[in-house]
């Protein structure tokens, strides 16, 4: 079992820049990549960006250049570092731990709120 936990968010004007963490614990060595996804109110959930356990990293078209995802294997962390932000990027956030290695399954966390004002 992975536990997955948020942290981060709030609100900020456009231009701006916010951080969200994510935290794993338990069976941590089980986890072959994470992943932030998002979820706008009457829209769908979209990944946003991902970080595999050998660091390769991916990105959604519309954050590339400005959302920057990196892994702390120490803390068992996952950083997205938002800049110039956009009011398009208002969404709650979620992060995903991939388990490919142990009992393929996916455990999400709680989400957390990003609000981006025009």
């Known amino acids: 079992q992975v536990h997955v936990v948020e942290s981060g968010g709030g609100s900020v004007q456009a231009g701006g820049s916010l951080s969200i963490t994510c935290a794993a614990s338990?069976?941590?060595?089980?986890?072959?990549?994470m992943a932030w996804y998002r979820q706008a109110p009457g829209k769908e959930r979209e990944l946003v960006a991902g970080i595999t356990d050998g660091g390769s990293t991916y990105y959604k078209d519309s954050v590339k250049g400005r959302f920057t995802i990196s892994g702390n294997k120490d803390k068992n962390t996952v950083l997205l570092q938002m800049n110039s932000l956009k009011p398009a990027d208002t969404a709650v956030y979620y992060c995903?731990?991939?388990?490919?290695?142990?009992?393929?399954?996916?455990?999400w966390g709680q989400g957390t709120q990003v609000t981006v004002s025009s």
């Open positions: 995903k731990a991939q388990d490919m290695t142990c009992l393929n399954v996916e455990y």
């Open positions: 338990g069976d941590i060595q089980c986890i072959s990549a």
